[in-house]
């Protein structure tokens, strides 16, 4: 029975003058499945491995031997082995399969929103090994894993792995990182970032060194994380406190009458054959290599039966950008000032408050200019380490 799934069955229509004499060769040398007789012919049915041994028997016998049939899987891939592009074409997709199986097709990153902080994940990732396109079984998750852990401020715990082809890299990042609340227990007093007077002071832990009203220099000690304790020796804090002090700052905004910049004209588009990382340009529109452009691009992968391929084609949409000379009135010239002005207390001047505020216009020979003399309320105390000793 095994005999015949490995090497399978073939069956012979056997005449001559005297086949009976052949028959006991064939018992003799062939494993023989069936043997009988039919109108003067011999009907035989034996392994495939014996077809050669039976056609040689026949042959010395001066019978005339007809394959009736051939039957098993080894017959049927024999066909198919004597095509050479079918042979070749099971080699490759074979190879295929094993190499797309053992190979990052994409790389996963959960746990965290910020493209930034997935962008430095991914780097440090590409640097250590892992990346679309890499060997499977070369990687070691675990040292990947810790190597993140250790060379990103932004992680703080790392698991890795990967189901099939797809990479999973989940990680956790909290709002305190561990060398925050590290810093939470080393001694340390809170200084004056900057010159100002004091208004209000909130002491959390500390003890405060200085009065509402007084004038503080750059760097003055405000809180001290030095406590001298009744049993005569000092101990030391982490110093918390919100230091809200008053000061003077000054600014000057400018703006020329005659300026150049740069408008969008032409727009040309180029595309690209994204196979893991590497990119393959494909014919589009030719640039101008003296002209400056501004780029967008987009990205669509590549899908087979709603499974996306490690295939990917971006599109980029260059806008060429040509030299425009704007000019202004000294009316147009201070409406563009006020309105910089406006975002800068907005976006620089945010969780400080406007006490005060002077502002001079200045006209020139090239251009117009607000200088702003502001007096502010803010948060003036910074975290400065005590180094003992």
Sequence with gaps: MIDSLIFGEVSYKIDGFDVSLLTEKLYKSCKVISLYTKNDSLYLTTSGRFEKKVLRLCESSDCVCEITERRGAVFTLRKYFKRFGFAVGAIVAAALIFFLSNTVMKIEVTGVDDENVIREIRSILKDEGLYAGAYIPSLNYFSLANKLFASSDN????????????????????????????????????????????????????????????????????????????????????????????????????????EEALLPADVFYRKSLNIFELEIPLPGDVLKSSAEYSVKSSTTPIRLFGIELPLSVTVREYTELCEDVKSYSTAEAFRLLYERLENYEKEILDGVTVVDRKIEEISGDDGVALKIDYVLEGEIGVPSEIYIK
């Design 155 to 258: 992680v703080a715990w790392a698991s890795i792995g990967n189901i099939g082809s797809v990479v999973y890299v989940n990680v956790s990042t909290p709002s305190l990182k561990p060398q925050t609340a590290e810093n939470k227990r080393i001694p340390c007093d809170i200084v004056a970032s900057r010159d100002a007077v004091i208004v209000n002071a909130e002491v959390l832990v500390g003890q405060l060194d200085v009065l509402i009203g007084d004038a503080v220099y750059k760097g003055q000690k405000l809180v001290s994380g030095r406590i001298e304790r009744r049993e005569g020796y000092p101990k030391f804090y982490h110093s918390y406190a919100r230091i809200t002090g008053r000061y003077g700052e000054s600014v000057t905004i400018e703006q020329k009458y005659v």
